[in-house]
């Protein structure tokens, strides 16, 4: 149940985005809050903006970056209800900790052409609960994604160049619950996608630029086991499909002076996409199962909108200071929350620098604060919660290394 696993885990998060997405990913993306597109220069260029490689020095640019990730512990205070009964369910899930490596590449010029390529961790998530009534949705969600995207520029005037790229997607999950009814999925997948970039000059002080990565719907295959009262009741083939959605984001750079420069920026993740999920089987199974692991579920989430705004200042010759905040709209309606996913709005403040050691090395580091509203259910749910989600946090320490050859 390959895709079981990515499936159930798209309802989870890693608490960095709306839903399950991870815009930052270079040392100076983390810095900035994510608002690094129509200013991105250098290696992760071939990322975030491949349009924007053809404005970078002729020669080969190389960055390679370590992500530390720490989710604190979060709090559910309230009770859930499990027909006919409701049951007092105040826990705090456990704590998480991640490392991403990640690395880009850009090329010298050729012929006006610009070659990219970035291997990145565009989304994931983790939860786990020790507590009884949430380990029976969520006792492990788990979620990896590997993006390989190769890209290329094309410098069409001085002022107009063009970007586009292909996007490799392998995705492996995990998910556990346990009670009386119980599951145990793993599985990957990999598919494709394409991204397209643009950006124009108007002067030599602005910088407009527009990105779209495209959605990539998770299709994946797999074997479930399932169980009721501790008794193996299927364990055999299953497939479901989850979107890693599409992303539009509309971008603006400005340089205040010669050594400060200003970013604003505005993403679009479409959400929507995710109305359904619905698990199927290679053969059937038991009658008992089917309301917990076969019956479709309603997700109907919704587009979501992220602002974002970076300024960058080149202190001196060797230092550069960076700090950028955000706002990030969550996509997921109450009545479709569940603890393998506690998300709600966030404000994301960050800071970070880099450091040009010599004429080839240039070393980074990027700190975000991720800070996630306390967010109340009541009312119809799908996992009868009515309580609040409190303490909802994350925080990354990226460092980067950059080499010019």
Known sequence: MKKIVLVSLAASTLLLASGWRIPEQSSRS????????????????????????????DVNLFEMDLTYIN????????????????????????????????LFFS?????GFRYGLSITAPGGLSK??????????????????????PSISYKIN???????????????GKVRSSGTIARDMEGDTTELGYNLAATYKPSNKI???????????LDVEGNAKLYAS????YDGGADVTVPLPAVLTLALSYDVNKDTTLELEYDRTYWSKYKTLDFNYKSPIPAILYPYFDKPISKNWKDSDAYRVGITHQYSEKLKLMAGFAIDKTPIPSQSLGFELPSSDAKLYSVGFEYKYNK????GMGYLYDSKEDRTISGANIQGMNGTFKDISAHLLTLGFKYRF
Do not use: C
């Open 360 to 363: 080839k090395i240039t070393l």
């Open 158 to 172: 001085p002022k107009f160049a063009v970007g586009a790229g292909l996007r490799v997607v392998y995705s492996h």
């Open 128 to 149: 786990r609960w020790d507590s009884p009534l949430q380990k029976m949705y969520a006792e492990e969600f788990t979620l990896e994604i590997i993006e390989l995207n």
């Open 71 to 102: 989710l604190p512990r979060l709090k559910y205070e309230g009770t859930v209800t499990v027909p006919p009964t409701t049951y007092p369910a105040n826990a705090k899930s456990k704590e998480e900790q991640f490392l991403l490596p990640t």
């Open 30 to 57: 983390v810095a900035l809050s994510g608002a690094y597109v129509a200013n991105s220069n250098g290696a992760d260029a071939s990322y975030y903006n491949p349009a924007n490689m053809a404005w970078n020095d």
């Open 207 to 217: 910088n407009l630029a527009v990105t779209y990565r495209s959605n990539v719907d």
């Open 230 to 233: 501790g008794t193996k009741l």
């Open 107 to 111: 090329s010298k010029d050729h012929n």
